[in-house]
Structures are given as C-alpha cells and as structure tokens.
C-alpha cells in the first residue's frame, strides 16, 4: 500500500530535550515536504527537499533541521525543543517538485512541549 | 495579501443542499490548483485538482477563475459525511511548493 509514515504519531517531552520525527514514504517519490498546522494558522511548510541532499526552506525554518540521505526518508529534527514548537505536524511527498503534483500526507504527529 | 485566502465559515447546511465555497489567490502565475479535505486532527487527503476548464467529480465540481484569481468548489446534495474542513491549494510563490489556506470548515446538519 502506497504511503507516508511517520512516527511517533503523539509525543510529550520537555523543554531543550532533542528529538526527532521521522518520515518515510515507499512511492519512490522525489519531494517531500513538512508542515505544521495550528488552529487559525492553516499548514505552513517548515521545509522541504526536492531530491536526495537536496533540502530548503519552508515558510517557518526556525528552530528544526532536516536531512535527506535517501529517498525515501526525510526526518525532521528539533534540537532544543521549545513549548511554541508544541503543533501536530505532518510530512508529505509528491512525485516531483512541480506544482502540478498532488502531496500525499502522514497521518501527522502531535507535539506537545512542556 | 496572504497567498491563498479562504473564508473559514463554519458553513452550516442542511442535508441535501448546494454549498459553494470560494478562495483567492495571490500568484497570477500559478497554473495547477487543488481541493483538498481534512477531517478533524487528521491528514489533509486529495479531493480533487483543479483545471483550467473546470473539473467534476460526482457531486463535487471545481472552476478556475483567472481573471479574477479564485478556484471555487461546489457540492451539491450535500451529505452528514461531507462535514470536514476544504482546504484550498495553489503553488507558493519564489520556491517549489504548495501553499495552504487556512480552511473552510463545513458542517452538514440532518
């Protein structure tokens, strides 16, 4: 079955201690994307890769870091967690960059940061 | 002027009805565009794509206003299951991606 999975799907941490979300997807696809969504904010990317070694920007960077070693796998990592990072986020991919490709999504990870 | 804008209702019909909901975008430049649905704390999932000729699925049909830069999306007879949030999706402006609006939410009364 064609799929986005990331894990964990809830987490509650603290203040400063590093974790990581992971998020990987078997459709070969070469994009993938994080978002976070919080109530009247909509989603808003945090970053995205559009290929092996390949990651940039989103519209909200600060405070989390990604790397894209393989295809299929793009964690997202915050290294000193913060309680305004606290968000149910959702990984996605597509086949390709180009704006013409639907995104297939996670079934999202709630953070809470106390 | 935010990239893509939705009226977040909520939308309240009765079964059965017509509802149609619109969104403004920002990027003339912006050629492919997309519906899709969330239901509460859960993915957003595809509905539908948008064309430049309009695009039907079902109950659901979208249109594509260039002139006026909205996509719209219109259900008619209305189901209970048709509650969700309608999330409108056009392509971000200076980098390869998709940009969100905030969502429509539709609830759908018996």
């Known amino acids: 079955e064609a799929q986005v999975t990331q894990n964990p799907r809830y987490l509650i941490t603290v203040t400063g201690k590093k974790l990581t979300v992971t998020c990987s997807q078997n459709?070969?696809?070469?994009?993938m994307s994080w978002y976070r969504q919080d109530p009247g904010l909509g989603l808003r990317q945090i970053y995205y890769?559009?290929?092996?070694?390949?990651?940039d920007k989103g519209d909200v960077p600060e405070g989390y870091k990604v790397s894209r070693k393989e295809k299929r796998n793009f964690p997202l990592i915050l290294e000193s967690p913060s309680p305004n990072q606290t968000s149910l986020y959702f990984c996605?991919?597509?086949?390709?960059?180009?704006?013409?490709?639907?995104?297939?999504f996670g079934d999202g990870t709630r953070l809470s940061i106390l | 002027r935010k990239e893509v804008e939705q009226d977040p209702g909520p939308f309240n019909v009765p079964e059965g009805a017509t509802v149609a909901f619109n969104c403004t975008y920002s990027?003339?430049?912006?050629?492919?565009f997309f519906w899709y649905r969330q239901d509460c704390r859960k993915e957003p999932k595809l509905l539908m794509s948008?064309?430049?000729s309009g695009n039907e699925d079902g109950r659901f049909t979208a249109q594509l206003n260039r002139a006026s830069q909205y996509i719209s999306l219109l259900i008619r007879d209305s189901k209970l299951s048709d509650s969700a949030t309608y999330l409108c999706?056009?392509?971000?402006?200076?980098?390869?991606?998709?940009?969100f609006g905030s969502g429509t939410r539709l609830q759908v009364q018996p």
């Open positions: 996605a991919s597509s086949s390709t960059g180009f704006s013409n490709q639907p995104q297939h």
């Open positions: 459709m070969n696809h070469e994009y």
């Open positions: 890769s559009m290929n092996v070694e390949v990651t």
């Open positions: 990027n003339s430049a912006s050629q492919s």
């Open positions: 948008v064309y430049s």
């Open positions: 999706v056009a392509p971000s402006r200076g980098r390869r991606a998709l940009t």
